[in-house]
């Protein structure tokens, strides 16, 4: 019998960009799991940097995809949810969640970066994520994220460790277990990915060196090689140190080719880095 994973991946697909299913596939493969793509829209491009983008919504593909897997007896490890295109999708990324009672409920809340939301969402279909949020186990929110969830300005200065805990608890009081928001500069000069697992009442970091310039589709990378991470049987900081160290290596690549900032990372010369075996260790208590 096969012990392979089986994820439900509800994303976009983007042709160019290199974001969503276009990243989660080749991780999550990497790392010998199964994406099964729901996509919530093909899109030409991401929304950021490409112009007028067409975006076809897969909406009503969503409920009758579900069915068929139902029908068929087709069962899921995870449902993985990501860039949703309107707020139906929420409540049909529920449903997905409510038929498969034993996945593991992963929601990358994907709304915006750099204190502003992406074009295609507005205060509904933010609001509506908060739903999906509440029903997950596992959130992997960046800081625009975070602050939209909670309904607090995005905070332009760094922030105190009690700060960023505080950020954490609320978050988890939502609903997940596990909060890991990304890209927080602390108080103590550091740029980290954070974490907290309520269970066990532990907090997190993952710090790395920034680069001055940002990169479409490294939140996607970063959520998928933690959600297989967690798939494996990873604790939460060795599967956030995981990500966090190939998020760095996959940008530093990138930024030393020089390659425009528009197109995200250059994946295909860094996958083999993931699966290699190597223990990631760089964590400490937050
Ligand atoms: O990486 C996040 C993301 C996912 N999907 C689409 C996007 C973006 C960010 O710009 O535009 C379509």
Not at 30 to 37: H, K
Not at 84 to 95: F, K
Not at 152 to 158: D, E, H, I, R
Not at 213 to 219: A, D, F, L, V, W
């Amino acid at each position: 019998m096969s012990d392979l994973k089986r994820v439900a991946a509800i994303h976009d697909l983007s042709g160019v960009g290199r974001c969503s299913l276009s990243v989660i596939f080749p991780t999550l493969s990497v790392m010998g799991i199964q994406v099964c793509a729901v996509p919530t829209a093909l899109l030409s491009t991401h929304t950021n940097g490409f112009g007028d983008v067409v975006l076809k919504d897969m909406t009503d593909y969503i409920p009758e995809a579900l069915r068929h897997y139902i029908s068929a007896e087709i069962g899921f490890d995870c449902v993985y949810s990501g860039f949703l295109a309107s707020q139906e999708q929420v409540s049909h990324c529920l449903e997905f969640m409510d038929s498969f009672k034993n996945a593991l409920r992963v929601v990358d809340p994907v709304m915006g970066d750099g204190g502003k939301r992406y074009r295609t969402y507005d205060d509904a279909l933010c609001r509506r994520m908060g739903e999906l949020v509440a029903a997950a186990d596992i959130i992997t929110p960046n800081l625009t994220e975070a602050s939209i969830l909670l309904d607090m300005p995005y905070p332009n200065a760094p922030l105190t460790v009690g700060e960023i805990k505080k950020t954490l608890v609320k978050l988890s009081a939502k609903g997940p277990k596990t909060v890991v928001i990304t890209s927080v500069v602390t108080a103590d000069g550091e740029i980290c990915n954070v974490g907290y697992d309520s269970e066990h009442n532990a907090f997190w970091r993952v710090p790395y060196e920034a680069i001055p310039k940002s990169y479409p589709g490294t939140g996607d990378i970063f959520a998928s090689i933690l959600t297989g991470g967690i798939l494996l049987g990873d604790s939460l900081p060795i599967a956030m140190t995981r990500a966090t160290a190939f998020c760095e290596y996959a940008i530093k690549t990138t930024f030393g080719y020089g390659a425009p900032a528009r197109e995200g990372v250059m994946l295909e010369k860094c996958l083999p880095m993931l699966a290699e075996k190597q223990s990631f260790t760089e964590y400490r208590q937050l």
